[in-house]
C-alpha cells in the first residue's frame, strides 16, 4: 500500500468518525426528547477507505400506531372521567348533600313529623320548607347541568381550532418531509416533528395513516374521514351561545363530514370526551331529574275527593303547565327547570301551608280535610306515594317501575357508575399508553449507555486514525530528507 493511499484512509476514516461522533453527540443530547428518535450512521466500503452511506432514523410504525391508539383512548377517558367528576359535584354537591334525592329524603321526614303533629303550624312551615328545597335542587340541578353543557361547547369550539392549528403544523412538516426525500436530504428531523404533532393530534382525535410517495403521509379519523390529503382538511363547529333544557348542540364537521364521538363505553379522543359529556351524559341527567319532578308532582297531586272522577291535578309541586299534571310515563323535558312550589301552599306568595294536610288547592273537590281538623291521613297518603311504585320513561336510563324516592337515589347510583367506569377505563388505558410507550422508546429511543459506549469507540477510532496520519506523515518527512 502507498503512502498516498494510506494517507487517504486515514483521512477518510477521520471524516467519517467526525460524522459519526455528531450522530452520537445528536442522540446523547436528544436522550431525554420523547419525540425523537435515534439516529445511525450506516457505513459502506469506497476506496479508499470508508464513508457514511445513510443516516438512518429507528421506527416502528407498528408500536407508533399503538401508541397513538393508546394516547387517543387515554385522553378521552380522561376528559370524560374529568367532566363526570364536575357535573357530579355541580349537581349533587359534596357527598351528595344538594340532590335530590337527600332533599326527597328531608321532605318525607318532614311530612313524617307533621303527621304526628298536624296540628303545629311550625310543622307545617317545616314541611314547605322542606318542598322548597326539593325544587331548589331540581332547579339548581337542571341550571348545572346546561351550565355544563354550555362549558362543553366552549371545550369543542377550542379543541377544533387547536385541531386546525396542529392540520396547519402538520401540513408545514409533511412538506419538509416530502422535499427532503425528493432531494436525497436526511429527512429525520421533519420525520421527528411530523410525528410529534401527529401524537398531539391523536389526543383530539383517533388517527389512522398510510404513506405515498416519498412519505407523503395521508390521515384519516378511525371512521374514515380524511384530516389530510396532500393538505389539511377543514374541521367546523359552530358554537351554540347559549344552553336551555331542550336545546340541542351542533355538531362538529370533517371534511364535511359530521363527526360521530360513538358510545361514551368507547370514548377515544379529548374531542369525542366533550360531546359525550355534553350530549349523552348531561342529556341522560337532564332526563332523570326531569322524571323525578314529575314524580314529585305526581306524588303530591290532588285528587278528587267527591267521587265525581275530576282529574289529578298539580298540588304543593306545580309547573307552568299546571294545575294539569305532566303526561304520566314520558319525560317532560326541562320540568326540573320549571318545577315550582304551588303558591296556595306557599306563605312567602300568600298561601297557607296547612293545605299540605287539608288539601284543597284546586277547589272544594279537592278537600281532603273539610272540617279542617287535626288530620294526618293526607300526610300519610303522601308518603306512601313517595314510596310508591310509579311507571318512569326508560329514556332516561333507569329502572321502570320504582318509586321517585328510588328513582331519584338511583340518579346519584348512575352518575357515580359512569364516573367508576371512566375512572377504571382511564387507568387502563393509561397503563396502555405507559407500555406502548416503553415499548416504542426501547424500538426507537436513545439508550444513553450504549451512545456513551460508542461514543467512546469512535474517540479510540479517531485516535487511531491520528497516529496513521502522523506516522505517514513522519515517513513522507524522512523520505523527503533523503532525497
Do not use: C
Amino acid at each position: 500500500m502507498s503512502l498516498t493511499s494510506a494517507l487517504g484512509i486515514a483521512q477518510n476514516a477521520l471524516l467519517t468518525t467526525a460524522r459519526r461522533t455528531s450522530v452520537v453527540s445528536q442522540n446523547i443530547t436528544n436522550a431525554s426528547n420523547p419525540d425523537y428518535s435515534r439516529r445511525t450512521a450506516l457505513l459502506s466500503s469506497e476506496a479508499p477507505g470508508v464513508r457514511v452511506a445513510e443516516i438512518r432514523r429507528a421506527t416502528s410504525e407498528a408500536l407508533f400506531r399503538q401508541n397513538l391508539d393508546a394516547l387517543s383512548s387515554w385522553e378521552g377517558q380522561k376528559q370524560l372521567l374529568a367532566g363526570l367528576d364536575t357535573i357530579a359535584l355541580a349537581v349533587n354537591g359534596a357527598d351528595n348533600a344538594s340532590s335530590a334525592a337527600t332533599a326527597l329524603g328531608k321532605l318525607q321526614e318532614a311530612l313524617q313529623l307533621y303527621a304526628s303533629s298536624p296540628s303545629s303550624a311550625t310543622l307545617a312551615e317545616g314541611a314547605l320548607d322542606a318542598a322548597r328545597q326539593v325544587v331548589n335542587s331540581l332547579n339548581n340541578g337542571s341550571r348545572q347541568i346546561q351550565t355544563f353543557r354550555a362549558n362543553m361547547d366552549v371545550e369543542v369550539g377550542l379543541a377544533v381550532d387547536d385541531l386546525n392549528r396542529l392540520l396547519a403544523d402538520f401540513d408545514v412538516a409533511n412538506k419538509s418531509v416530502i422535499a427532503a426525500r425528493a432531494t436525497g436530504r436526511d429527512a429525520s428531523d421533519a420525520l421527528d416533528q411530523r410525528e410529534a404533532i401527529l401524537k398531539q393530534i391523536s389526543q383530539y382525535i383517533p388517527v389512522s395513516t398510510f404513506n405515498r410517495s416519498n412519505d407523503d403521509m395521508v390521515v384519516t379519523t378511525a371512521d374514515g374521514a380524511t384530516l389530510y390529503e396532500t393538505k389539511p382538511r377543514m374541521v367546523s363547529f359552530e358554537a351554540t351561545s347559549g344552553y336551555a333544557t331542550g336545546t340541542v348542540g351542533n355538531a362538529v364537521y370533517i371534511d364535511g363530514v359530521p363527526y360521530s364521538p360513538g358510545s361514551k363505553d368507547a370514548v377515544s379522543g379529548r374531542l369525542a370526551g366533550f360531546l359525550s359529556l355534553r350530549d349523552d351524559v348531561a342529556g341522560k341527567l337532564q332526563s332523570q331529574l326531569d322524571e323525578v319532578a314529575r314524580g314529585v308532582m305526581t306524588a303530591f297531586s290532588e285528587t278528587d275527593r267527591t267521587g265525581g272522577g275530576g282529574p289529578a291535578l298539580a298540588g304543593l309541586f306545580t309547573w307552568p303547565g299546571g294545575p294539569g299534571l305532566p303526561p304520566a310515563g314520558t319525560v317532560s323535558t326541562g320540568l326540573a327547570f320549571s318545577i315550582r312550589v304551588n303558591p296556595a301552599f306557599d306563605s312567602d306568595a300568600g298561601g297557607n301551608p296547612s293545605l299540605i294536610r287539608d288539601g284543597g288547592a284546586n277547589g272544594a273537590a279537592y278537600v281532603a280535610n273539610p272540617g279542617g281538623a287535626s288530620y294526618a291521613g293526607l300526610l300519610i297518603e303522601y308518603g306512601d306515594r313517595l314510596g310508591g311504585t310509579m311507571a318512569f320513561d326508560p329514556s332516561a336510563g333507569l329502572p321502570d317501575g320504582t318509586s321517585v324516592l328510588d328513582f331519584s337515589s338511583g340518579s346519584i347510583g348512575w352518575l357515580e357508575a359512569q364516573r367508576q367506569g371512566a375512572s377504571n377505563a382511564e387507568l387502563s388505558r393509561n397503563a396502555l399508553v405507559v407500555r406502548t410507550g416503553e415499548a416504542l422508546s426501547n424500538e426507537t429511543g436513545v439508550n444513553i449507555d450504549v451512545e456513551m459506549s460508542l461514543l467512546l469507540d469512535l474517540e479510540h477510532a479517531y485516535e487511531a486514525s491520528a497516529r496513521i496520519i502522523r506516522t505517514v506523515d513522519q515517513m513522507m518527512a524522512t523520505l523527503l530528507d533523503a532525497v
